[in-house]
């Protein structure tokens, strides 16, 4: 129940600190091992959270001139971008006219399999990258997101609902921070001498 809606509720001039110090005493019953007995008060200033799901928005699926469903997504993590086109299909990856093994890390073949993995989907797709700056791990994040972002365009609700609990519909904007002046890096400073 918000601030507002209280004050209404007891006629009473409601302030901020009179409002914290009201949740907070209604958040030490809801503690209390007899707080079924008085559950009806309790409702009574307790609203029911909807829980708001986000409604993403898959890209489009096309036909090629075989007729095969496709759809084209792009990502960028870090200093890289990546364009990605997942077709119906036998499991053939290709990155930038290599296979998966463009890749010498396993650890970053891992991440760019893992959206097929985790539904289950392992040979039901071609997958054609094209990628492009940074490093290994960058190049790695942007395919599994653009993939990820294609993968959405081809199974249900529930099993977006699945990946986006695992985390793969959310953009890491992490880089890299810069470095300061005086400073030998980011954070890293040099060693202080007393003369």
């Given at each position: 129940?918000?601030?507002?809606?209280?004050?209404?509720?007891?006629?009473?001039?409601?302030?901020?600190?009179?409002?914290?110090?009201?949740?907070?005493?209604?958040?030490?019953?809801?503690?209390?091992?007899?707080?079924?007995?008085?559950?009806?008060?309790?409702?009574?200033?307790?609203?029911?959270?909807?829980?708001?799901?986000?409604?993403?928005?898959?890209?489009?699926?096309?036909?090629?001139?075989?007729?095969?469903?496709?759809?084209?997504?792009?990502?960028n993590r870090k200093t890289c971008h990546?364009?990605?086109?997942?077709?119906?299909?036998?499991?053939?990856?290709?990155?930038?006219?290599?296979?998966?093994?463009?890749?010498?890390?396993?650890?970053?073949?891992?991440?760019?399999?893992?959206?097929?993995?985790?539904?289950?989907?392992?040979?039901?797709?071609?997958?054609?990258?094209?990628?492009?700056y940074g490093g290994y791990s960058g190049?790695?994040?942007?395919?599994?997101?653009?993939?990820?972002?294609?993968?959405?365009?081809?199974?249900?609700?529930?099993?977006?609902?699945?990946?986006?609990?695992?985390?793969?519909?959310?953009?890491?904007?992490?880089?890299?921070?810069?470095?300061?002046?005086g400073f030998r890096g980011a954070r890293?400073?040099?060693?202080?001498?007393?003369?």
């Open positions: 129940m918000t601030k507002d809606e209280l004050a209404t509720l007891l006629v009473e001039k409601m302030t901020p600190h009179m409002y914290r110090r009201f949740i907070l005493s209604m958040e030490r019953l809801l503690l209390h091992p007899y707080v079924y007995r008085v559950e009806e008060f309790v409702r009574k200033y307790r609203k029911a959270l909807i829980e708001e799901v986000i409604e993403i928005q898959a890209p489009a699926l096309k036909k090629d001139e075989a007729g095969r469903s496709y759809t084209e997504a792009y990502a990546a364009w990605v086109t997942l077709k119906d299909g036998t499991g053939k990856v290709d990155i930038n006219g290599q296979d998966i093994l463009f890749f010498p890390r396993a650890s970053d073949r891992l991440q760019i399999m893992f959206p097929l993995q985790l539904l289950d989907r392992m040979f039901q797709f071609d997958i054609s990258a094209k990628v492009e190049k790695s994040g942007a395919i599994r997101e653009a993939l990820t972002k294609c993968l959405t365009a081809f199974v249900s609700k529930e099993e977006v609902e699945i990946l986006r609990h695992a985390g793969l519909l959310t953009h890491d904007k992490r880089v890299k921070e810069r470095k300061k002046v890293a400073k040099p060693t202080w001498r007393k003369r």
